[in-house]
């Protein structure tokens, strides 16, 4: 009999916590019934919520605390608050304990990549944890990453952040060889910020079996699916992923306001229900839900903190695929093959400084 | 009588030229029959299509040269080939021998930003020049700011920018004091760049009255039109601007995609045909086209290098609306007034710091 997949949840997490978490998660469950839950948070708030699901009342052991780290904590505070005893770090916990392959929490971005950060520590070779999610573009889905954890970074850590992706990408799109490519503000070699352009040049010369480099990629190149893979420090990937998501919303409300405006349009729409439906469907914010923290000795998802159920069942379904699939090993496997891509890329950088 | 705006075109500039740039002017013009043009290229592609537009023919003096600046020129090239000789070069130095109010290029963003700077130099205080357009929101428009000039800059060059934004966002949107959010990765104070949170506190301690400083924005921010100007450096403005168009255009063809598959949706399409036609209007981006290149003595607008005819109109437009509401002046104005406000910014900044 195959391993079951064991999954951590911080049923605090959110800005609700277990009303969503628990629904959110039997859904996911009732698609992967191979699926074991634990969770951990206020039985009080969790074990009414287990008495509407039963399937997943069956499939979850509830570890209970009263600390809940808050939306707003910094992760300062959430550390000297809820070290050990919240829910957010007990789910963590349980990944570094081995107890579960992964841990997944609606909780605030801050905290929780502190918390990881402490908790599993860095792969070796990796400085900083990244966030990173599929897009949905024209082309299918890709992997872009940071889309937040950190800010800022070196040629090093955009190398790390393309050979984890590209580990992601090839675990959740079954590529053997996904393209990589860099976001910059222009697909010129001169272009963009030195650590850029220095990661370019490292990239192109080290030629790594396990990705394709294949240049600068410009914004509107990730809607295209330019790459399988984007690569950007977490500040701009954030700026970018939220510039997008506010288009998309900015532009379904431009045509809801169009649909209405005459008995024609209205007439039309009727007509187009069902077009409209799937449309909705394709660009559902839902489904893109779920980023995973990369970099850490175990994997962390992160579900948006204002999500519904159905959009929380979808970071659960994140969570189940990369414990499914084996992503860490992969991860470790694309970092150290080859006598380690990523001391690799320390030689093919001094090769081109 | 009334001045005319005088206005400088570097008629080879763009993918297409002079059958893009004069079509374009000419259209410009039907709608502001006040404007003068100096037209700058090959008098032999120029001719044949001023022939063709005679109102236009009758507003324009041409200034014939065969150096144009190459699309893919360097900037370092374009100012080595192309300085005191080229269409580009001339239309930014009418700017500033005065027998123009304005220059517009579509030629490439990093020749025309190296060349008016080398041309037109700085404004006292400025340190770099930035790229700002009206950007289409749900509110209406937003001035967003630096859409990729330079790339990166300490909290002097953010408040520059603020100031700079705001003296165009009064001129546009005719406004007497707008609001001026940071773009951030998230709203709370701690978050972000230094240089980002520094320029905060110094807007927030200046307390200007020329301009509301409501705090950080996020990148879905900019599409609620959270703040009437947006103020980020460059190389994110950049991304946010490319990836929100990206996911316009992505929208637009899922969209297409959607109402073409059954009967039943062609049919509502075509009953919605009108409300169809008006959304592709609002959301036109030949109607974005024309950023303003901000921080010079002296306006230069640039155009998308790819647009056609009509959105180089638009292009045009920009510029006459600069020259006719004196933008320079009010930028001149708002730095400098009540002892400079970028002096202020000084001495806020060394109180925070």
């Known amino acids: 009999m195959p391993q079951k997949v064991r999954i951590a949840l911080d049923a605090m997490g959110g800005d609700v916590g277990a009303s969503v978490v628990i629904p959110g998660a039997a859904a996911s469950l009732n698609r992967h019934p191979d699926t074991e839950f634990l969770l951990f948070g206020d039985q009080a708030l969790i074990e009414p919520q287990l008495a509407k699901h039963p399937a997943m009342k069956a499939a979850s052991r509830v570890v209970h605390t009263d600390v809940a780290v808050g939306m707003d904590d910094k992760p300062s505070q959430a550390l000297r608050r809820g070290r050990r005893t919240s829910s957010m770090w007990l789910a963590i916990d349980a990944v570094k304990k081995g107890e579960v392959g992964v841990a997944i929490s609606a909780g605030n971005t801050g905290a929780l990549v502190a918390m990881a950060r402490f908790c599993l520590r860095m792969l070796p070779g990796i400085d900083r944890p990244a966030l990173a999610a599929l897009w949905p573009t024209m082309r299918g889905d890709s992997v872009v990453l940071d889309l937040g954890a950190t800010i800022g970074g070196d040629a090093h850590h955009l190398i790390a952040l393309a050979l984890m992706g590209s580990a992601m990408a090839s675990v959740l799109l079954d590529l053997e060889r996904p393209t990589v490519g860099l976001l910059n503000i222009g697909v010129e070699e001169m272009k963009g910020h030195e650590e850029i352009r220095e990661a370019a040049a490292s990239l192109r010369a080290m030629s790594l079996p396990q990705l394709e480099y294949i240049g600068f990629i410009e914004g509107d190149g990730i809607a295209k699916g330019a790459a399988d893979v984007i690569v950007t420090e977490g500040f701009c990937g954030n700026i970018a992923l939220k510039a997008a998501e506010g288009t998309a919303r900015q532009l379904a409300e431009f045509l809801?306001?169009?649909?209405?405006?005459?008995?024609?349009?209205?007439?039309?729409?009727?007509?187009?229900?069902?077009?409209?439906?799937?449309?909705?469907?394709?660009?559902?914010?839902?489904?893109?839900?779920?980023?995973?923290?990369?970099?850490?000795?175990?994997?962390?998802?992160?579900?948006?903190?204002?999500?519904?159920?159905?959009?929380?069942?979808?970071?659960?379904?994140?969570?189940?695929?990369?414990?499914?699939?084996?992503?860490?090993?992969?991860?470790?496997?694309?970092?150290?093959?080859?006598?380690?891509?990523?001391?690799?890329?320390?030689?093919?950088q001094e090769a081109v400084s």
């Open 256 to 348: 809801r306001d169009a649909m209405s405006r005459t008995w024609r349009s209205r007439l039309g729409y009727l007509f187009a229900k069902a077009a409209f439906r799937a449309l909705r469907e394709k660009m559902d914010p839902n489904k893109s839900n779920g980023s995973v923290l990369l970099g850490l000795n175990g994997i962390v998802v992160k579900s948006h903190g204002g999500t519904d159920a159905e959009g929380f069942a979808y970071a659960v379904d994140v969570g189940y695929e990369m414990v499914h699939y084996d992503l860490l090993t992969k991860i470790n496997q694309m970092l150290n093959r080859d006598g380690g891509a990523l001391a690799q890329a320390q030689t093919a």
